[in-house]
């Protein structure tokens, strides 16, 4: 099965790349510091500082080989570079609730960024990838675990 590309902005790239290197060099010295004092409390059989660090040493680990294999599989995109009116990763579209008549504004962004608290939304969510290739003034309906939203685009910004 080939790997799913990774689609991140130049700031998530930055953002990847810093943990990246803290947990190389960081918290994999911190980590071993760790065991390190474990093993000389003695007997490490019944020893929860040490498993504890252990465990901690298995998470850092697994996630640097998680964090090299997103990399490698990595396509940068640009914020506001894409020349289009229509929505696309990237894009901060502005929403208005066809119920509440709220307004809402999502940035689309690759799964690897998406943060709902910040209105970062995936290209792969329902909300995401019903906005996607549309343009202002288009109406979209959203299937959600909850019911349908219907929203109408009023703004993108690319």
Known sequence: M????????????EKLEKELERRKTITRHEVAD????AIEFGDISENSEYDDAKN???FNEGRILELEKMLRKVR?????????DKVQIGSTVTVVDSATGESRKYTI???????????????ESPVGKALLG???????EV??????????IVAVEN
């Open 76 to 84: 940068v995109i640009e914020e506001g570079e894409n020349g289009t």
């Open 2 to 13: 080939a790997e799913k590309e990774v689609i991140l902005t130049r700031a998530g790239l």
């Open 109 to 123: 962004v690759g799964s690897a960024e998406a943060n709902p608290r910040q209105n970062r939304i995936s290209n």
């Open 134 to 140: 549309q343009s202002v003034g288009a109406e979209v």
């Open 143 to 152: 299937n959600v675990p909850v019911g349908v939203f219907k929203y109408k």
């Open 34 to 37: 760790r065991i390190k004092q």
């Open 56 to 58: 901690a040493q298995a």
